[in-house]
């Protein structure tokens, strides 16, 4: 017997809305069979052509101008927020109190009371809420998270991170949504760093305190001011007792899209990069007695026994940064058609908020030159 | 307008059907507009059941057991034949003669006048032909062959590659078809040579001799005997001088799907690696001078301005193995579309007699014990 | 004629007190002609035999047992003081102000305070005084400096650093003085922090403030209490504007002496690790129009026209970490046969305590959470 | 009670005999207490001038310009020939037959012929001789040859070797000894190759057969023509088995010193390289049930049970290519100190001889067109 549909309304076309279409298509026939067949009802933007362009390139149903129209549709079952991030909480949160679940991208809201308030409204709507920090779903970063679980790590010391990019570095690069504060919430930190902590978070724990600093090397470019952040630097201290770093760029040359952590506990570390991310780093020590070939073991995460590895390819048939889009997807949908929970291998709303309020601290702390506490809400 | 469509027959629904079936379904939005849109008519295997999962699975209007059905239907444009070796020849002839166009998985035939033949009739029906090499349609090998075309590694010294496995080192792994001479023709000399092969002739140039051995360090295995070689070895030598090594094994430990290429030449050296395939390592003498930071570069190849880029993502984002099949189909479709050639880029089936031949002379030389000059037929 | 020849007295004949031995009597036929030709004249250790037998080792004509008697040889024009941290002060004095120039292993001194004090008394003394921080020694190190001093990098950035060590993560390792803070000032800290601090400098430039946390996860040892940090992470900036984070770790499974930096500007980037001191990463932005190369270049730093490869082999034969210590000593015998600078590219005691400046203002942030600004005196 | 001397008399004083003369001074007090205490008595080479810088520079007592100087000397026990090749036979025959011990560059000759000669009459003498394959030596290298001994890697399939470096790529490169038949024997075979086929012996033992090929591919260059091989290619048997290949060339642009080698078997793999001369990359299958983590550990062989590290560092301070003679010298003194055997972790001229054997092979294969056996000669 055939799956049963689940209709996916969309909010944005652009570089998120293109990944999670493909992850919808991709489901349908990849991740056999799909817990739920994403029938693609409608999309939604503000420039018809381009929105008509898109569903048809996608296969949605039905370009419309107005997300509202998603909101109101009765055949929606799930409301895709791939917009910018000034359009995350008002639809989200009318997509949920309209009993759709929903699937936001990051970060959650630009503020932490914005991503509060999205959590906390999406939460009373009693909705499946999925936040789409889709590097959890790296099989080479879940099997970490997996291996730390089980204490073959042992108890963690240290967690250090950095994401760099280099896209911003001309300073004639001209004005984008993403370097304006009113659009964006902030720059590298909300968009960069929002994934770091995250990564933080889901594989060492919760954050208690922060320090850091803020910068913005090239405030004036062609056709506007930057009021948002080129860079951040972090010092971060885990509720366990670990500590670490946290930093992020757009200042990078020669780094593509590269985000890397390092962790060491008690019993091994283990390292990822994201330009490589079909491998981990591994370091177990002690794994044999008189031992004299320990080293960081290159791990091709690429065995049937690895973590979403049963959809795919014969080992060593590396898959690519789309496919984390997949995994992400098909784990909600799965949620959806189990009514299962989201967490605690995705991340729901509050981990989105959660995430934006270690952001805020580190503007916080950049502005008051103190290291701040952070008090996490509760509903 | 949209695209106008293509009908496709399948036979062979396991890993290559797999791959290539994504394929299809990937072409119709993400390198979009398509040339052609892919219509999946119909799917042809031997067991019954899975081959109507397959078709469901993979949105076959129809799933059928005699392949000789797909020839004689008129909806398809497009064979697509990625059965086992020893299904190669006649369903491929059969389907050009029907005026189909072919595209065949490599190794073309299991043994050079096999695949001769399977060119010589294909040619005959002046139809479309393509062996799929899908490794000439990695990004980063593609950006060798556009570099080494403009002149910018200088004449061509030499060519070493290696293409190493370990799926079958447990000498408890299984009889399965790849191992039997008379299903697959050989083992990795026909499996993973043919793509070495093939790359050298893309890359580098002709071969002009070949000295070798073929090695099966475990021949009796549970459920048979096994009559292939579990790896070669061989000396090269091309028609423009060049001198190199190919090789490829089955029995490495560590070695998932490690093939991997240096060309060195008068003005640079290149070195792939299939496991991290989005990168290429350059060496370029003298770029500056006076330069004191001369080194390979580490290229991640996901540029917009790099081969197959306009349709993915931002820089760094990377790519799988499996969106070589998207280029090559793509390619395909392309040269269908506009009545235009497979080659130079893409490997006609000329392509696959001339790596058969090279493949068959490796063999012959293991025999033999003596360097055995190649002589390739024309038409 | 051969080079004339300067009386050397050393204090410590333990780890550094080898390292800089084998300079001695490396420099004496490797950077030859030598600046001036080391007479080993005496050693002085508080174990007698050890310190006997070390004399025998290294060829040091006489073994003594109180540091006061170098002070007073006249045969000795070089006091080297490899001593642990708390006779750091003392017999560097003692020296100067006994005419002899004076070499001191880093940390200059336990705490700022006792830095300034021995910069004050030696520079006053008139003597050559140099500070060991070897690392600038490093050939890429050098050539790294020299790029950026040419302007290749451009405007800094950013600088990342992270100095890993792992000799102490076994709750079984026992106490040791570079574990008690009356011997040692702190932990790694003083230890690895400094020497990474110091190449934040000799790099990038003058640090303004700092925001950090220090961490003592394993307090209690067999033999003692651990009074020192067996860890730090701070977040840095710099006069310039650069900022970064500096973190080092004696607890990280599989880092054995993993000194790395990172340093991203507004033309390029340079990354280096420690573990491969012969390589220095290196990004030049747009070195060539229409360049579809662009990637880390794996400079393997050992070419003729690189810094310090004019004394050794021909390129690709490898340097290994004790010729550090050659380049480091050459240099200050050169400046003392001279009478030149140790700096820019030595390190001298006013170097040594800007270091210390940085290093006590990570310990008060740590203490008051506040980010803390560095104000260096001057004589 | 100090070590007792042997008088050492070198022939040779370029880069080889720099190399051997760091050695011996680096024994004295490095590889502590050395097994004999060099004692530099003279050093022969022709041009008279150099000779003197060199005695100075390096510490031999006596310059002389005829090594007939040398063989007559009573002060000397040990000859170390460091001459170009087609000064290998004369003086080592001449200083073994006097009653010296011998330590010769390799290749030991110029053809197996006169390698076997040397070998003969050297072995008559009764002195203790030593070829000088110095990569024997490398502490990773060693680390491999104890692990296959012991069983780690299990039954060897596969070595495969290549030794690529760049110095005489530019057509421009002048005429030298190393070029010329006369003088060097053969190009980079001899210089080159009998590394590697050195290296194959000693960790995967004899070779039965080769097929290969020579190439020049710059025949006239300023100052004469070149009548030996720029590279050559091959394909190896060994007694026990496996198969492989090894290669080498001086035409490989971005390759310096690059000597690589993987060896594959039933248990594990392990690479090498030699301009990252510290790691060993080894895999181990199997070595934990349900291990999710396996791959090649990169293995910084710096820890105190590995070869040779006793005289060295901490863990990770690492070592250069010049510490392989220290290595290599100190086995030879600590032979003749016991009345010990060179073999098997040193290179006597049986191996030597052997080596020369192979590389001959590889020579007649190419011009025979023939897979060659290779029978060897026993004294």
Redesign the interface.
């Known amino acids: 017997m055939?799956p049963q549909q689940i209709g996916v309304g969309m909010l944005g076309y652009a570089?998120m809305g293109?990944?999670h279409?493909?992850a919808y298509?991709?489901i349908?026939?990849?991740t056999?069979?799909p817990p739920l067949r994403p029938a693609l009802v409608a999309i939604a933007g503000r420039n018809q052509d381009a929105v008509a362009e898109a569903a048809?390139?996608?296969?949605f149903a039905e370009p419309i101008s107005d997300w509202r129209a998603l909101v109101t549709d009765d055949r929606i079952g799930l409301l895709d927020n791939t917009g910018p991030n000034n359009l995350h909480a008002e639809p989200t949160i009318a997509a949920a109190e309209a009993g759709k679940h929903v699937l936001c991208e990051k970060p959650l809201g630009r503020t932490a009371d914005e991503a509060f308030e999205i959590w906390r409204r999406t939460a009373a709507a009693e909705v499946k809420h999925m936040c789409a920090f889709n590097y959890r779903f790296v099989p080479a970063v879940r099997?970490a998270r997996?291996?730390i679980e089980a204490g073959?790590i042992g108890e963690i010391?240290?967690f250090?991170a950095?994401y760099?990019?280099e896209?911003i570095?001309d300073p004639k690069f001209e004005m984008v949504w993403r370097l304006n504060k009113d659009e964006a919430g902030s720059g590298a930190l909300g968009d960069l760093g929002a994934h770091v902590v995250d990564l933080a978070r889901f594989l060492v724990g919760e954050i208690s305190d922060v320090?850091?600093?803020t910068?913005t090397?090239i405030s004036d470019r062609p056709g506007g001011h930057v009021d948002v952040d080129d860079?951040f630097?972090?010092?971060?201290?885990f509720e366990n007792?670990a500590?670490?770093?946290i930093?992020a760029?757009r200042?990078?040359?020669?780094?593509?899209?590269?985000m890397t952590f390092e962790i060491?506990?008690?019993?091994?570390?283990v390292v990822f990069e994201?330009?490589?991310?079909?491998e981990?780093q591994?370091?177990?020590?002690g794994?044999?007695p008189g031992d004299?070939?320990?080293?960081?073991?290159?791990?091709?995460v690429?065995?049937a026994?690895?973590p979403f590895w049963e959809w795919w390819?014969?080992?060593?048939?590396?898959?690519?940064?789309?496919?984390t889009f997949v995994h992400e997807i098909h784990h909600l949908l799965r949620v959806i058609a189990d009514d299962g929970d989201v967490r605690p291998y995705g991340a729901d709303f509050e981990d989105g908020y959660r995430a934006a309020e270690v952001c805020d601290a580190i503007v916080r702390?950049s502005e008051t030159?103190?290291?701040e506490e952070i008090s996490y809400r509760s509903l």
Not at 56 to 59: D, F, Q
Not at 233 to 237: A, D, N, Q, R, Y
Request: net charge positive; aromatic share 12%.
């Open positions: 055939d570089f293109k990944a279409s493909n298509r991709t349908e026939y990849m056999w069979p048809r390139r996608y296969g099997l997996e291996m073959e010391y240290h250090r950095r760099l990019q896209w570095i320090s850091g600093l910068r090397f860079a630097e972090s010092v971060v201290s007792g500590a670490g770093t930093e760029s200042l990078c040359h020669g780094r593509r899209n590269a060491n506990g008690s019993k091994g570390s994201l330009e490589r991310l079909n981990l591994v370091y177990l020590a794994s044999r004299r070939a320990q080293g960081f073991r290159q791990v091709l690429s065995e026994d690895h390819w014969p080992q060593g048939h590396i898959l690519g940064w789309e496919h702390s030159g103190r290291r």
